[in-house]
């Protein structure tokens, strides 16, 4: 211990930065990522409440637009990272790989020091996992640990001594704080262990009797790959002979256990079968009593540490990569395997084998916090040592930096994962360049240090298997629950960090599936699947500013007016571009109001239609590309239009084409709240022109909704 205190005081010499750490409630990536450069803004007042129409008009016209700052909310060790390289690379890039590779020959000799150290640790291994452990380097990462003066002060012991998965889980101080996860338990186990066996054994057989030819591949394949799992020192099977161990051979080997069933699962139809652990079906997942939850990254990194480098160097040519962990949770122990125990069924013998991980389940909630201690410390240690920009996305690590010096920072990141004992997926790995993916998205770089904007598009072989899961809903008509979530979740992921709000109201129907108990879509299902279907195949690639830009705003207001079942809509566009006032008026036809749920109160849903005609209306020369105030007054129209869903149906459908109508023309709207009484857009709804004559406004005819359209499947609006 005394040595690796030594160490560890030699090597906080070779910080680059004093680190700070988000810690406890204080958690910055929650921030973080609420303030995405994907997303529409967050609702800050531009133009303050004012008296009257004119004031108001005044406001928003010189209304700056409201530029995030790149560096706010960022997690300090990121933008001290950033800042620098940044330093160093104004100088030459050469600079900073020199910096980097004196850093790194430091580095490791200090790593490999403290492999000596070792030995004793290595007898507190849990004897399951000393197989699987042996080549991690604890002596090192309590070394870093205490240079760093990392909160996590226990990852070390814990991944020496391997995870907790069950009881009550100790905060860690990295992730953020939340309330306690489950309820106190007086016993050990939620059920006796003895009996939770019998009764498994005998569901999985009954099960198994009924299982048709697909679910009977499904179980072979299950049966097959966790049999690989043992082969490749992932997990303990039977002493006796190949595969899973019986109930008394597990119970002498390892004691009073709490077993997990497994069962094949595919995340989205024709997707290949994974094995999944059921923790919740045994208790165990409410047997862990965790404190905290994790923060996850998001698909706009590359986008929001560009901008961190042009802020500082101007447009500079960028790369991204990305790694992967071999594995995941199973690359580490866990100190209770009584709790990581799993049962197979195996087709051939027609019988439940037990088998013991080494490492943490899939299926163990606590895994999940457990984990991501793990790459989120690796993270630190780049960013600290050696100015790299890298985050994680739990077992996913994404690189962003100049392109000169991100394939050294890869290379970089592989010696850590070394030296600390971790493996990575060398097939997973995906070479810095100027377009690469991550989770899911490629943000592309190629023309950003000439015209200022990445380009983000999804990842075609993920457009790919979403596609052919669909299809397979359509034709076959069959939709559990489990893949109607994994689809939702996917589906949502590529809408926002792609499409912006596309698609977020046809996901209602997946969520509506999701928590039912069927198995057969409905209609509504089987149409939003056609809907993403069509909106896969017709990719719209979003640019995404990251130079500032002082380009000049257009200005709308927008109202709608419903008397005695009579509607009406009007709005105002202000133009600087050509100093040009438009406006029109259209009175809504009968069909579109009885259309309506509640056609005698329906304002809200003809304030979104009033917004969405200003830009059917609208040339596409006056909207495409730009930035535009949209002012509304009514508070749930411009949540539903900031959103991109509603709960209520007639209204998602109207906001549904507006994210389309948006995402086609590419134009950024700040949506905000305007009294009515100072709505210039209040006026031609009331066929009131007094105001807007003196003001030289031009009437325009407002584009025509006919029913064809408006009851036309979404998909056609993708056309």
Known sequence: RQ?????????????LFEPEFPVSASNAPCAIHQKSVLQPHEHDSIAAEAPDVLDHMRRAISAAWPERDVWDGEDPTLTAAVQWTSSLFEQSPSAVLSARDSALDSFARIMKQCKGYNQEALQQVPSHARSMTKLQNFAAIQCLCDAMHYPDY????????????????????????????????SSKYPVQPKAWAKRLIGSMRKRASKYNSEQLTDAEECYLATCKEVDDGWAIGSETGPGGMDFSELTSRFGETLPLRRFPH??????SVRPVDDGKENGLNTLARMSETIACENADFPCRVARMFYSLLGATAMHSGTDDLTKAYRQFATSQPQYSTVAAWNPKLKRVEFFVLKGMPFGAA????????????????????????????YDDYCICEPAPLASHAQHILRRVHELLGFRLDVGKHERAKFASPFLGVITDFTMAHITGDASVRTKPERRAKLTHALREVVAKRSLTPAQAASLRGKLYFTCCSVYGRVGRAALRAFTSHQYGRSNVPSAALIAASV????????????????????????????????ERGIGRIGWVAYDPADNTILTSHWDVPTWLILSFVHPNHCIGQLEILAALMVYLTLPAVRTAERRIFHYVDNTSAVMSLFKGYSKQSDSSRLVHIFAILQAHLRFDVWWEYVPSKANIGDMPSRLDWSLLRDLSARWIPTVVLTADQYFAPLASWLT
């Not at 814990?158 to 009550?168: L, S, V």
């Not at 595919?266 to 997707?271: F, L, S």
Request: charged share 20%; aromatic share 10%; with cysteine.
């Open 3 to 15: 040595a690796i205190v030594r160490a560890g005081a030699e090597l906080r010499k070779a910080l």
């Open 154 to 185: 226990d990852l070390a012991y814990k991944i020496c001594t391997g995870f907790e998965i069950a009881g009550i889980i100790e905060k860690c101080n990295v992730h953020r704080s939340v309330a306690t996860s489950a309820n106190a338990r």
């Open 266 to 271: 595919r995340r989205y139809p024709g997707a």
């Open 366 to 393: 606590a895994a999940v916090n457990q984990f991501n201690r793990v790459p989120k410390f690796v993270v630190m240690v780049c960013r600290c040592f050696f100015g790299i920009s890298l985050c994680h996305y």
């Open 531 to 562: 809907f993403f279907i069509i909106l896969l195949r017709r990719e719209l690639p979003r640019k995404v500013r990251l130079l500032r830009t002082v380009s000049s705003a257009l200005v709308v207001w927008s109202d709608a007016a419903l």
